[in-house]
């Protein structure tokens, strides 16, 4: 942990942050692990009610703090203002006429309700690039429906293939269509700061602002590969497979006598090795399974024999059997897995860090790994409005809360 000074390729980039729990904050804390500084605008504790973001006290706490919100939050800063007071509404004004970038989540018409659209906002400030996340976009039919990760994942085809055939569709575990939507919008602002530098002028000496318009359900859609072509070319509804990977093969995870082992041998050559690895040379050799066409007819039949094979070790021979033969294969890995994995580590990819009340946490790293410009944990999340008066006092302004 370092003093807060300037590093990363976004250092001088100004950012209020707006919303609360994981898509919009995810991309805020995206942008300030690479040296944005990201101001986080949160609600104060009033009558009786802790104020702040819920996801300081989501799932497992220490001293009544969200151990995730050391993740979310970190290298950022926290101004307690009520935006549903029309003074504070003033003083964020005041910090977006500086701010180069705006990352909102709330549902679409909020901003407009309380005069910080971005129409209005660059007024003030021609070269504001807000990014506003939502369930379902600013705009359409639905753009007013409450909208959720779990939500989005389901309408955006993803729901209906993490199940195993004919049963219950299942969640992944995260807030996948959350995530998917921040880093979306990371990309989304990224490419307009691209943008407004091309568009410097006399008449804009910031160049043009724009919006980034994020739907949670759209995220989620635009990571579905094939599964609309395959239905527009042939009417094919791309069904669960559980653990498998349909119409590639061999790809599925297999039982070994303590535990479980992902295999991926679906390349031509790989799954000659695999199957000379496993003493099914005789599934190698066929000329009917020599292509992934072949193999796809076949699958449960090659699946059996991994299978057969697999229940029979150990993950750790089963692992150590087929990295000797270049077949891609894996444990599926807990927490415990990652905390004690070596290349993790070597990595950066676990960084431990020491909160203010003396709680030592690992945490992850800072990706993508950038070889000039490295990303890193410069802050601690913040304290609610931990940064108020600092920030504020800064720039002459004075809490109204």
Same mark, same amino acid.
Not at 86 to 96: F, G, K, T
Not at 314 to 326: K, P
């Given at each position: 942990?370092?003093?807060?000074?300037?590093?990363?390729?976004?250092?001088?980039?100004?950012?209020?942050?707006?919303?609360?729990?994981?898509?919009?904050?995810?991309?805020?804390?995206?942008?300030?692990?690479?040296?944005?500084?990201?101001?986080?605008?949160?609600?104060?504790?009033?009558?009786?009610?802790?104020?702040?973001?819920?996801?300081?006290?989501?799932?497992?706490?220490?001293?009544?703090?969200?151990?995730?919100?050391?993740?979310?939050?970190?290298?950022?800063?926290?101004?307690?203002?009520?935006?549903?007071?029309?003074?504070?509404?003033?003083?964020?004004?005041?910090?977006?006429?500086?701010?180069?970038?705006?990352?909102?989540?709330?549902?679409?018409?909020?901003?407009?309700?309380?005069?910080?659209?971005?129409?209005?906002?660059?007024?003030?400030?021609?070269?504001?690039?807000?990014?506003?996340?939502?369930?379902?976009?600013?705009?359409?039919?639905?753009?007013?429906?409450?909208?959720?990760?779990?939500?989005?994942?389901?309408?955006?085809?993803?729901?209906?293939?993490?199940?195993?055939?004919?049963?219950?569709?299942?969640?992944?575990?995260?807030?996948?269509?959350?995530?998917?939507?921040?880093?979306?919008?990371?990309?989304?602002?990224?490419?307009?700061?691209?943008?407004?530098? =091309?568009? #410097?002028?006399? +008449? !804009?000496?910031?160049?043009?602002?724009?919006? @980034?318009?994020? $739907?949670?359900?759209?995220?989620?859609?635009?990571?579905?590969?094939?599964?609309?072509?395959?239905?527009?070319?042939?009417?094919?509804?791309?069904?669960?497979?559980?653990?498998?990977?349909?119409?590639?093969?061999?790809?599925?995870?297999?039982?070994?006598?303590?535990?479980?082992?992902?295999?991926?041998?679906?390349?031509?050559?790989?799954?000659?090795?695999?199957?000379?690895?496993?003493?099914?040379?005789?599934?190698?050799?066929?000329?009917?399974?020599?292509?992934?066409?072949?193999?796809?007819?076949?699958?449960?039949?090659?699946?059996?024999?991994?299978?057969?094979?697999?229940?029979?070790?150990?993950?750790?021979? =089963?692992? #150590?059997?087929? +990295? !000797?033969?270049?077949?891609?294969?894996?444990? @599926?890995?807990? $927490?415990?897995?990652?905390?004690?994995?070596?290349?993790?580590?070597?990595?950066?990819?676990?960084?431990?860090?020491?909160?203010?009340?003396?709680?030592?946490?690992?945490?992850?790293?800072?990706?993508?790994?950038?070889?000039?410009?490295?990303?890193?944990?410069?802050?601690?999340?913040?304290?609610?409005?931990?940064?108020?008066?600092?920030?504020?006092?800064?720039?002459?302004?004075?809490?109204?809360?």
């Amino acid at each position: 942990m370092t003093t807060s000074t300037p590093f990363g390729p976004l250092a001088g980039l100004k950012v209020v942050e707006l919303g609360q729990l994981i898509a919009g904050p995810f991309a805020g804390k995206t942008l300030a692990d690479f040296g944005a500084e990201v101001i986080k605008i949160e609600p104060p504790a009033k009558a009786g009610k802790p104020g702040g973001d819920p996801l300081r006290e989501w799932r497992l706490l220490h001293n009544g703090t969200s151990v995730w919100w050391q993740v979310q939050s970190r290298n950022k800063r926290s101004v307690a203002l009520d935006l549903k007071e029309p003074a504070s509404r003033d003083i964020v004004r005041q910090l977006i006429a500086e701010a180069d970038v705006v990352v909102e989540n709330f549902k679409p018409g909020v901003m407009e309700a309380w005069g910080l659209s971005h129409e209005e906002l660059s007024k003030t400030n021609p070269g504001l690039i807000m990014c506003r996340i939502s369930g379902y976009g600013q705009t359409g039919p639905y753009r007013e429906l409450p909208g959720f990760a779990a939500v989005a994942e389901a309408m955006g085809g993803l729901r209906h293939l993490t199940a195993e055939p004919g049963r219950i569709p299942v969640r992944c575990g995260v807030s996948l269509g959350d995530t998917l939507a921040a880093l979306h919008g990371v990309i989304g602002i990224l490419m307009a700061l691209q943008h407004r530098h =091309a568009t #410097v002028s006399p +008449q !804009a000496p910031k160049g043009l602002g724009q919006v @980034v318009d994020v $739907a949670l359900y759209e995220s989620v859609f635009n990571c579905m590969e094939s599964l609309l072509p395959e239905y527009s070319a042939f009417g094919a509804v791309r069904e669960p497979a559980g653990s498998a990977l349909p119409g590639i093969a061999p790809s599925n995870t297999y039982a070994c006598s303590d535990g479980w082992v992902l295999v991926a041998g679906n390349g031509d050559s790989i799954y000659q090795r695999l199957m000379h690895a496993i003493g099914r040379d005789d599934l190698g050799r066929d000329p009917g399974l020599a292509t992934n066409a072949g193999r796809v007819k076949r699958v449960h039949e090659i699946d059996s024999a991994i299978g057969e094979w697999a229940k029979t070790r150990s993950v750790a021979e =089963a692992l #150590v059997t087929l +990295q !000797a033969a270049q077949v891609p294969v894996g444990r @599926v890995y807990t $927490a415990k897995d990652i905390a004690e994995d070596p290349h993790y580590r070597a990595r950066g990819m676990i960084e431990s860090i020491t909160t203010a009340d003396g709680l030592v946490l690992e945490v992850p790293g800072v990706v993508p790994k950038l070889s000039l410009t490295p990303g890193r944990i410069d802050r601690l999340a913040p304290t609610l409005g931990q940064d108020t008066d600092a920030v504020l006092s800064a720039r002459g302004l004075k809490s109204r809360e």
